[in-house]
């Protein structure tokens, strides 16, 4: 646990910069829209401009990014499930929190380095919104500096949130990984750098203008396979290997321990809840009510999930000999990760195909980490990052031209789109492993990374929270005349 | 007095229990073990790694009772608790000093 | 546990399948929409041909089939709580798996069965969806194969994906019944059943154009009290006869024996998802942003859920003594089965009495049941079946003239409906027994259907699925240095 | 427990209601809406009648209600996660009845006191809804008894279940409070008076066109930081005073001794569950599809909550040395309630501070009511009420002239709002802290409040209920041949 | 040396703890336990169905000590586990021949 | 014959069984326990309350073994579950008058 003295130290420089702000409060004008005059806002009720397409347009994409948002919950519950009681409050502490600090810097700054104009690898301007903007004007008649969004027609507060709750989504993958042995806030600090620098610059380079998206042939990724999954799984990556595995989970020998989850009920929910919050960060990442396009990118979804969770079924009874259901939740999340970025562009039978590999890859994936002793213990790279991979690849394969011309090696295309896909998968997976390498090699020399070996055999809510997750038994209390 | 301790299967203790109970023992005590013996437990794989459930779900029964008794008792849960299958359990004797029924402060027989 | 020779068939099969299919793909054109040219989907956002009615429709159509989704989360965890903790891994891999399931299936050939045109009995074609279909027209305009859904105006993808997670519902009651004894494997064939053969065709005689919504007075259920919820507890009625009660249950003299589920909060959590789920349920029928009828449906279901749950406390404390936590859950969920086939058509106060009978039913069902000695760990029976039945036939009494004309006894309607009502309960019923016995006999003499005594005696999750829903013990597992 | 007379009466008295109602069915109209003809409701989909404004405000109006309804299981969650596994049972059960009952009587008279016209004290008619209301109109073109409604052009139907779901999160706020000491039926029966006189009441003067709205200088609360959660608070600090501390929380030399919680998992579960439901809360309360609106006020909700979350973990760890989970959940829940009255009238920095202050303010209040010794299981005083009011004040701080002119004092508004903003909340208080303490007292001496000392020890769960939240262990049951 | 075994209602194990340290006692374990005895346990309904739960719950002290000082900790687990009524449990004394404590080796009182 | 009880860490536990299965010993009966001793627990806050968690986790062993292996069984214990560190625990022996295994009915040394 690191000294008060950074706490004190950053209340305050906290508290100064919240003063200079709010100084400003009386003289500055609401700091957006700062071009609203542009596009009147729809003033009362029933009034002539109001406009049925901004209106659907919006409801749904806030719907759809409160779905994501509640993706937080499945990614606490999944992980807490899979990892041991001990570590219980330790693990849905840093899930809670990563959401929190993810909105903070996000704000600050993440938003306008991935979305603002500036040059071909980040956003220079944009910081915690200030700056001109008339959405929901679009096309040409949009002015302002988030022109990397300006073709969806909704308020910059609805797209900024929909885009932050994916933010809080890419940091929380991280957590899984390194789950069981990391600092409490060293996992916090490293938050906060997936907010600032690792998330919002590779996401520029797709979402927001930058040279994947402006190549002859652009990367493409609809709802994120690589700008949230990859980016997730390749710092989580680096995080697990950094680390080292859990004390006990490989011996001398080479052979593999089992470290069973503490609470399959609770990963199950949580894999429901994923899949549930998917049909928001898929269907919504139109950010608008566009009827086709929704409907096709929501049964995609669900039948990419489906099958995967069959071929993790199979492929576990298979391999294993048993049908385990951590592999089989496993499967499903991989399904749906897999089919992120196509989702708009493959058809139904695509679908199948994709999920059915990625329900297949998962197992073997979990197999292969710890063959080479990476030690995730919830399957966080399995899922998130090998599928992260298959899915964007698989985009450059089964594009079906069913939008926007788009179309893969199997339907005609040719191999462009393919080629561009491997383009994009190698870059951000370079950048994000150098950058990350870097942030979590600072945090590990400023704070440390690992809590002590005696830490983590009692468990790390002890440790780090000095509470139990369950701490029910008549004896653990000493409190007097309580039974 | 006898301390008479017996290892047995779970699901096998409410039939122990009402079988005791015919036989006048008005006390027992039990708790959750995990026992290790003869009976082997299995392999499990949890993610494709195999782990050893050596420790098998076992109940543990304490009985006091009266020298006299002791044998019937034994007797009974042998009865009872057998199924003829490895890790049906073990029954241990010992010896008991003294009794003390902390509501009346009775002490010995009188306490059981 | 079935050889693994019979998952390398079914494996192989699927992969031929799969290729025969996608060796067709680069000359086929895109499967949906066929008839496509007839409407031209509105392309770009903002575009003229922008409808917002169409787009209204879909999104809530959209965002009630999540929320339908998400009652698989429900069931998951009411039949988990309700049952003990060493078969929770199973039951929880079952409700997964139920899901996925019905997903491939029903993709495959259920909705084809159920919604193309065909005869009274079942539709003949529009397989994976391929086949003419030019929604989002309705009416005269639409032409196409799937013309009892052309009531509705949204894209053929989003009626698919609704019908699609009701069908999901039906075949996870049955779940419930058949809990901790029935065979991992065997229950996944039966759940493909469900979805091939169950459920779409005598869904085709209700919402299919089948020959019950053809008679005279046509049949009636709003959102499938019968439909999904009889269905599902006829064949769930039928395992739980064919299985017989579980170990223990009965004893020789006739006394019933209670088996406490194990977990409560699980129980509880499950309920309200499952309400919540409700909320897309019924209102989301429409399919259609109908506003006075989605707002109607809305009221209607709170009110019957709550009074049931209210009703179910006073019966269970007047027939019990005390007022069993998990008799007020199961009495809120009779409440919405039984307000699910009236709601359109019916007053808030039909809804509280149709609430109010429902929950003093469930509780006197599940005595019943429990005399008859049908072991029903979870109350499916008396939950969807019973009140599937009475909330079917209160559409006949409590039908208020608010929607579509249609008036029941009660206001005056005369008895016709109510006849209509009874025609259906008795076919439906009918059908459903003998066809879903005739498939629970056939996987009986092919895979088995019950699990060994020991490995009953032992809990399921071991002999099934090798593993532990909470292994957190610290003698549990046997690695070393691991604590 | 009450005797059984109680009940058979209560039971009669239901039955008697019901059939005089029920005996009028045939001759009456259907109740609702009474002055339909005025507005032809939408009939056929496609009709040229359809309005897409009336559709969109009332899709967005339902979502977000089924969200708020959604935050039932978060109470439920939280607050039996922070109680002891014992009286779990009892908290889940109050949860579940809680809303169930609150349905029931707001439908009946609540809603009438609170919406219908009346005077400035309370509403005089519009008992179950019935009287003469022909919305979807609204302004002039509105003619009915709801007219502190007309605001919004949903239908009626849709407007009710918005206010329902709010009154019902009013009720469930005591629960925490009262929590592990109070009889269940105790309980129900107050919960029944929050929903006709406690709530309704003081709802009626800011929501109902009641005095405090109409005052030259109105006070406002955009979704109830007063209305909802410090009402609620005052009748649970009320409650929590009479029901005197659990046994053993406070040692006759004052100590103060911890009692933890059983399951951080829950709590956690539950705090996400609120969140996500905070978005129907705060955005829903346009009742209407007002797209800068909806954006804005889910902007500013994520970010309290997230400051709020934050700001309790470094609060925490200065002031107690580490991040007590349980004050990090408590810190967003502070977040979210304090911005919930300004949160359409501030900008996102408006909430940054709002929120940290409501996050450091959440930890030193739980600390203040052990000092005070006020027993609060769950910290719902520090979180509603004490959060409730300091949100309702900051409206008069720092409204930003973002919409409807409303300039709280920070951004050169003067003074007046924040007067007003005080007037509201020592009004309110006065008037729940009178009222609730008088149901409280008529409950105390007719029915009792406190379970016995022997059953507060074993737990509410056997005493109350007959039951154990997690009967598992394989000794507790002594059910022949079960294992 | 002596064995202590003591079986308690749960509510009273703080204090029993708090007053055995008080006499000198350094070494407790304690485990949870169902009793079984003459407080009869209730009967109670799950969903319609009658259930026995006759096994109550109750906390197992261990304690080993030298001989002198066993009387004096039968005593005042006497005293302070009583409520006086029926199920406050029993005391059990038994001879024990050797302690060892595994940190240091040491044997007999010593190891205490 | 003789009773071996021993209180060690749980993370100790599997080196200990492996031990002592390579010494000879067939059975052991495991079970959670809370010790309080010499190793003091921590003070924990909880919503800014204090409480001492003076019940630290152990895990208990009952090992029955013939007279003459005991002190090799002991020994073994010793060996393996020691850490040096304080908390590491005890091992306590007393005597065993007889015992059965159930499923043969075999009694004394050949029950074991
Ligand atoms: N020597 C022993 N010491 C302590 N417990 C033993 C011993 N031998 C067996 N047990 C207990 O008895 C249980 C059953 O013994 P096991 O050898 O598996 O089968 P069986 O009793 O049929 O010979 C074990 O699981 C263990 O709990
Ligand atoms: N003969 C016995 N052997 C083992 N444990 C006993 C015996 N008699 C009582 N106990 C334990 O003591 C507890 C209390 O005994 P009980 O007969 O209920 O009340 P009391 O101690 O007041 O006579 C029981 O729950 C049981 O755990
Ligand atoms: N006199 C005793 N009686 C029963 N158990 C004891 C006794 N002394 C110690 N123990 C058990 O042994 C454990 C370790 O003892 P402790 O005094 O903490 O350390 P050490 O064994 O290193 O001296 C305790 O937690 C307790 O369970």
């Known amino acids: ?24 409060f009386a003289e500055e004008a609401p700091p957006v829209p700062a071009v609203q005059e542009a596009a009147p806002a729809p003033a009362a009720p029933a009034s002539p401009a109001w406009d049925a397409k901004f209106a659907a347009d919006t409801v749904w994409t806030l719907v759809t990014a409160f779905l994501v948002f509640f993706m937080n919950l499945g990614f606490a519950m999944v992980e807490s499930g899979l990892c041991r009681s001990k570590n219980a409050v330790n693990i849905l502490s840093k899930n809670v929190i990563v959401f929190c600090v993810t909105v903070v810097f996000f704000w600050f700054v993440g938003f306008g380095i991935m979305f603002s104009s500036g040059n071909s690898y980040f956003g220079t301007t944009g910081w915690m919104l200030f700056g001109a903007d008339n959405s929901p004007a679009t096309g040409d008649a949009y002015k302002g500096i988030f022109a990397s969004l300006n073709w969806t027609g909704v308020p910059l507060y609805a797209k900024f949130i929909f885009q932050l709750v994916f933010a809080g989504t890419a940091a929380t993958i991280v957590s899984g990984a390194v789950a069981e042995r990391i600092k409490y806030f060293s996992f916090f600090v490293f938050s906060a750098a997936m907010a600032i620098v690792i998330y919002p610059v590779a996401g520029h380079w797709i979402w927001g203008g930058g040279w994947l998206a402006t190549m002859k042939t652009p990367f493409l990724d609809f709802a994120g396979s690589t700008v949230v999954h990859s980016i997730g799984g390749w710092a989580a990556l680096m995080g697990a290997i950094l680390l080292g595995p859990r004390i006990g989970k490989y011996t001398k020998d080479g052979k593999v321990n089992a470290i069973p989850g503490h609470d399959m009920g609770m990963a199950t929910l949580g894999m429901f809840v994923l899949w549930f919050g998917w049909f928001g960060f898929n269907p919504g990442s139109t950010m608008a009510a566009d009827a086709d396009a929704i409907s096709r990118v929501a049964i995609n979804t669900c039948i990419a999930g489906a099958v995967g969770g069959v071929a993790a079924t199979f492929a576990a009874y298979l391999a294993l000999g048993k049908p385990d259901l951590s592999m089989v939740l496993n499967g499903i999340l991989a399904g749906l990760v897999a089919i992120t970025a196509p989702c708009n562009w493959v058809t139904p039978v695509g679908s199948f195909i994709i999920g059915l590999i990625a329900g297949i890859l998962v197992v073997y994936a979990v197999l292969f980490f710890d063959k080479i002793q990476v030690d995730d213990p919830v399957g966080a790279l399995s899922v998130h990052l090998v599928n992260g991979v298959w899915g964007t690849l698989s985009l450059g394969l089964f594009a079906a031209n069913v939008s926007g011309g788009i179309t893969g090696l199997f339907y005609g295309g040719g191999i462009a789109q393919l080629i561009a896909q491997i383009k994009g998968v190698v870059a951000v997976g370079a950048y994000v492993v150098v950058v990350s390498l870097i942030c979590w090699a600072i945090i590990k020399a400023v704070m440390g990374l690992r809590v002590g070996e005696e830490e983590e055999r009692e468990g790390l809510d002890i440790g780090e929270h000095g509470m139990q997750a369950y701490p029910d038994f008549v004896g653990t209390t000493s409190t007097r005349g309580i039974a | 007095m006898k301390k008479i301790e017996a290892i047995i299967k779970p699901f096998k203790l409410d039939e122990v229990k009402d079988e005791l109970n015919k036989v006048g023992v008005q006390g027992i005590t039990v708790s959750e073990v995990k026992g290790f013996g003869r009976q082997k437990g299995h392999t499990e794989l949890y993610r494709g790694a195999e782990y050893v459930v050596d420790f098998l779900p076992k109940v543990k029964l304490e009985i006091i009772v009266t020298d ?42 009188d306490a059981i």
């Open chain 1, 1 to 24: 646990m690191i000294s008060k003295k950074y706490f004190h130290a950053v209340l305050i420089l906290l508290a100064l910069t919240t003063f200079s702000i709010t100084g400003a």
């Open chain 2, 68 to 109: 006299d008794v002791a044998e019937k008792v034994v007797q009974t849960i042998m009865n009872t608790a057998k199924t003829g299958r490895i890790g049906d359990g073990k029954i241990f004797v010992s010896n008991l000093e003294d009794a003390i029924r902390i509501r009346t402060g009775e002490r010995g027989k």
